[in-house]
């Protein structure tokens, strides 16, 4: 497995005067994923928790339709093994992938949807519908999620160059927490872990972004059936639009007792 972190040399400057030292950086490489032996996507990431980003993606890009499709995840072995080549076999009687409708073959760590064959291949159907949940979350409950996250990333906190996704239950207790260096891929690990542990969907929880809320996050969180998503910083039109029309609850510039609900307010219970 790769490292999270690397040692760099750099030059630090203050007040103009320059000393040799040392820095940690986040550690970012590239993961190729195969489906019985078929290159379905490449993209950037920083090395952990693999087997639940290749889980999470299948299952959020509507490339397999539960967590039981999946038979085997395993590294590619060949003499020099670097972990960055992950091959997955399917279960019995499952159809293979359809490579047309996925990733093209190059995704880079800043965008979750680069390479789509189409704006059509992106808008997957999910298995679970979110518009019942009864979640109900308090803006102080939800004002505590930035907080709890931060404290649980540790990487970041040596970094200060990843993102990161939070998972938290109707109580606001951290359930599961990732990091990466690519916003979609610390949620597909996120998602990933709780479909290799049997939690989906997940009813009645929200799911925290470290940054923006883009559409593909949105998407990835409908289809582990999550009802709500907040985020540190902005949403984008899409993204809104999205959540509006599943009954998703969307909270962005969420920081400190301060945020902004752009769908679904009937789950946050405002003091009037």
Known sequence: MGRTTVMRPVVRVDRGTARESFDTLVAEEPLELRVGGV???????????DFELAAG??????????????????YCTPETQEYNVLDVELAPGVAPVD???????????????CGKASIDAVRTRSPYSVADDPLRLSPAALAALPPRLRDAQQVFEATGGLHAAGLFDARGELVCMREDVGRHNAFDKVIGWAALEGHLPLRSHVILASGRAGFELVQKALMAGIPALAAVSAPSSLAVALADEAGMTLVGFLRGESMNVYAGARRVTFTK
Do not use: K, Q
């Open 57 to 74: 993606f299948l299952l959020t890009e509507g490339l397999v339709a539960r967590a039981a499709d999946v038979r085997t995840i395993r």
């Open 39 to 49: 290159p379905v996507s490449v993209t950037m990431r920083t090395p952990g928790n």
């Open 99 to 113: 490579a047309t409708a996925t990733r093209n073959f190059f995704t880079s760590s800043s965008c979750g949807l």
